[in-house]
């Protein structure tokens, strides 16, 4: 089974707006960290936000927050105010405690910003 | 310098070809990956290495062929590819310590291979 699901193969949002890329995971085990990534046309994968198994609260990092739902297991991103910079595949990731250092990610979702 | 650099930026080779891309971190870290990215697809975690150790080799074919002389280099030696091997292979480090724990990893720019 897919760790992690992205099914939101291309999204849309106009300028200024906030928009939310989904990701469900899938573990068994109660320790486990949450990553997004933003990997620009230029190929190079950029860390944007954590969350922890652990956490009370949902992380945020300017303009990128994570809703973190455990029980649904789905650890969505929410960009608000939506730059043209923005434009770009999102990924989100996850690594188990169980298994150290491998982490899994999802097939992404390309964000188009429209001005 | 600083992240995580890696070249060549951009590959052509022929499949009887012999080629290396190398990796550099300059963080400080313990941890190194290869990882393959085609198109549609979730990232491919091909070897990682762990303190030079190599930890995990994802069932990657032969003709691909990884070297971690020390926790700061990573190289991966390519010969005799498949067209189907054309793909963006992208290098990360990071620091392992508590499992579970926060350390991300940091990924370098990549390298564009296209194998004909």
Redesign the interface.
């Known amino acids: 089974a897919q760790k992690i699901t992205q099914t939101q193969p291309g999204m849309f949002v106009q300028e200024k707006e906030a928009v939310t890329l989904d990701c469900t995971y899938d573990t068994s085990d109660p320790s486990y960290g949450l990553f997004w990534y933003k990997q620009p046309s230029s190929g190079e994968m950029i860390f944007l936000i954590y969350q922890g198994s652990y956490d009370q609260q949902n992380a945020t990092e300017g303009r990128y927050s994570l809703n973190f739902q455990k029980a649904r297991k789905s650890a969505n991103l929410v960009i608000s105010a939506s730059q043209l910079g923005d434009s770009a595949m999102y990924f989100c990731a996850m690594r188990e405690a169980v298994t150290g250092n491998q982490f899994y990610f999802g097939t992404g979702t390309s964000l188009t910003v429209i001005p | 310098e600083t992240g995580v650099t890696q070249t060549p930026r951009h590959l052509v080779m022929g499949m009887t070809n012999k080629k290396s891309l190398k990796c550099e971190q300059h963080l400080g870290h313990n941890?190194m990956?290869w990882y393959k990215q085609s198109a549609?697809?979730?990232?491919e975690?091909m070897f990682?290495y762990?303190f030079k150790e190599q930890?995990?080799n994802n069932s990657v074919p032969s003709r691909f062929s990884p070297e971690c002389p020390n926790s700061s280099h990573l190289f991966l030696h390519l010969h005799t590819l498949q067209p189907e091997d054309s793909a963006?292979y992208?290098c990360?480090s990071?620091q392992?310590g508590q499992?579970?724990?926060?350390e991300?990893?940091?990924?370098?720019?990549?390298t564009?291979l296209l194998v004909l």
């Open positions: 941890a990956y549609k697809k979730p990232l975690l990682v762990n930890t995990e963006l992208l990360a990071s392992v499992r579970g724990g926060r991300t990893q940091y990924f370098g720019p990549g564009r």
